[in-house]
């Protein structure tokens, strides 16, 4: 008898994290079907502006992203700036995402949390040719703000921030 009411109880678990999607994607929980705005300065001065929506994709299986930003380098045409989309790779056992922007840059990498931080890590190409590792945060603060930061980090410690702004649920 027990064993019969421990395979119905794991079958009804199995059933319920199936029903949630991909369980591994839940750090994002909170950001979905919600936008987020936030507005600052990069460390050079030059104004920064976001709009991000988060929700799921299909069968909950993955998490999509788009941004709104500025268009170009005159900071005067804002409007939709990228695609990404998150997934847990069984191979890696990490999520990874792909942000494709209307430039067609391709930015890949993978993403860490700590408790309720979302951390982004990858390596950025700018215009010189140079790499850069970067990592964005988005470190949780309460349910309808999250604190944004842009820079490179050294065995989970900032060594340099480029931009630290906030987002709000909006």
Do not use: C
Request: hydrophobic letters at 40%; proline letters at 2%.
């Amino acid at each position: 008898m027990k064993s019969f009411l421990s395979l119905v109880a794991l079958s009804l678990f199995s059933l319920s994290v199936i029903a949630q999607g991909n369980i591994m994607l839940m750090p994002f929980e909170a950001l979905m079907n919600a936008n987020w705005k936030a507005e600052g300065s990069w460390k050079d001065g030059t104004p920064f502006k976001q709009e991000i929506e988060y929700k799921w994709g299909a069968g909950d299986e993955s998490v999509e992203m788009k941004t709104k930003s500025y268009l170009d380098s005159t900071l005067t045409a804002f409007g939709h700036f990228s695609d990404g989309v998150h997934n847990w790779d069984t191979l890696t056992n990490s999520i990874v995402f792909q942000v494709k922007d209307v430039h067609g840059n391709l930015i890949e990498g993978k993403v860490r949390t700590k408790q309720k931080t979302i951390l982004y890590e990858y390596a950025y190409e700018g215009e010189n040719g140079v790499i850069t590792y970067l990592t964005d945060a988005l470190i949780w603060i309460k349910p309808d703000k999250y604190m944004f930061k842009v820079g490179t980090m050294k065995e989970d410690e900032w060594t340099e921030v480029y931009l630290e702004a906030y987002f709000f649920k909006k």
